[in-house]
């Protein structure tokens, strides 16, 4: 049930905020853009990283996971 709560007070709002100001992504060819750093990527689109949801010590793209060994 909170993820449904999360869902609509933070992630939400900070979807329909970055749909109003960014560029429209559609016509992107990512495939070209392998090399283009994620924080240019938004910079360059206006799009703002996600708020961190409440519970969760640290967002995904800064954790980081030990390497499995074989």
Do not use: K
């Not at 709002?13 to 750093?37: K, M, T």
């Not at 990527?41 to 990283?49: A, C, F, K, S």
């Amino acid at each position: 049930m909170w993820r449904f709560h999360s869902l609509f007070t933070s992630l939400g709002p900070w979807a329909l905020q970055n749909g109003r100001q960014a560029r429209c992504v559609l016509s992107i060819f990512y495939e070209r853009r392998w090399d283009q750093s994620l924080e240019d990527l938004r910079e360059e689109l206006r799009i703002q990283p996600p708020p961190l949801l409440p519970g969760r010590a640290s967002s995904p793209r800064t954790s980081t996971s030990p390497s499995a060994s074989p």
